[in-house]
């Protein structure tokens, strides 16, 4: 696959995130100055100041707590890294890898994910923290509308009540919130072909460059074997 033993994918959502803070706090510092030294009819514009610099330094400071790297690749399998946890997927688990693609008009176009579908949920949902799943349900919450009439993804939609229980072809039974992920990653799955994504926005890469890649080391893996 590759020479090294491990590919590390760099977290995009964490660029600029000591200048963000940084420039947070010298925002702080000037309507600080503002607020102590013009006069009364300006304070407003001091306050406006004052808030769009503390949620500077919020955004700064979230994206600082994203680890470094949003995905680490190895001889045997593709590991995703978040600060609510993480997920792995062996290479013999992933049938297929790509960038979805939606209808707007007469037209088909990219969008700005990857995604991944697998052959089997039960390795996943195993290693999957119920913090994590929380949290990609939530943020891949627009992508379940794209098959209705919502491009906007801010629609209601009944379908975005999960089941809170779920048997594996295996036999094994899931409950709460990993019950639930994996009734999401079926319905998902019947929308856009694939069951987990990644945004462009966590790869240090194009979308399209990404897939490359991973097809790449599930091939050697493959050749390995």
Not at 39 to 68: C, H, M, N, Q, Y
Not at 103 to 132: A, C, F, T, W
Not at 138 to 165: A, F, I, K, V
């Amino acid at each position: 696959m590759m020479q090294e033993e491990v590919i590390h994918i760099r977290a995009g959502a964490k660029r600029n995130g000591f200048s963000l803070c940084l420039f947070g706090l010298l925002g702080l510092l000037l309507s600080a100055l503002w607020l102590s030294f013009l006069p009364d009819w300006l304070k407003l514009a001091g306050i406006f100041l004052t808030s769009a610099s503390l949620v500077t330094i919020l955004v700064g400071w979230l994206k600082v707590r994203e680890p470094v790297h949003s995905f680490e690749l190895s001889r045997t399998s593709l590991k995703y890294l978040h600060r609510f946890g993480s997920w792995q997927i062996e290479w013999h688990n992933i049938q297929r890898v790509g960038v979805p693609r939606v209808r707007r008009g007469l037209e088909h176009q990219n969008m700005e994910l990857v995604g991944i579908r697998i052959k089997d949920y039960e390795p996943l949902l195993n290693n999957l923290s119920p913090r994590l799943a929380s949290n990609i349900l939530m943020q891949q919450r627009p992508l379940l509308l794209q098959g209705e009439d919502c491009p906007s993804g801010q629609c209601y939609s009944e379908t975005l009540l999960e089941n809170d229980r779920y048997r594996a072809p295996g036999g094994r039974e899931y409950t709460g919130i990993l019950a639930m992920f994996a009734h999401r990653m079926t319905r998902i799955r019947e929308v856009l072909g694939y069951d987990l994504f990644v945004y462009g926005s966590e790869l240090d890469r194009s979308e399209s460059d990404f897939v490359a890649l991973l097809k790449a080391c599930q091939e050697a893996q493959s050749q390995s074997e």
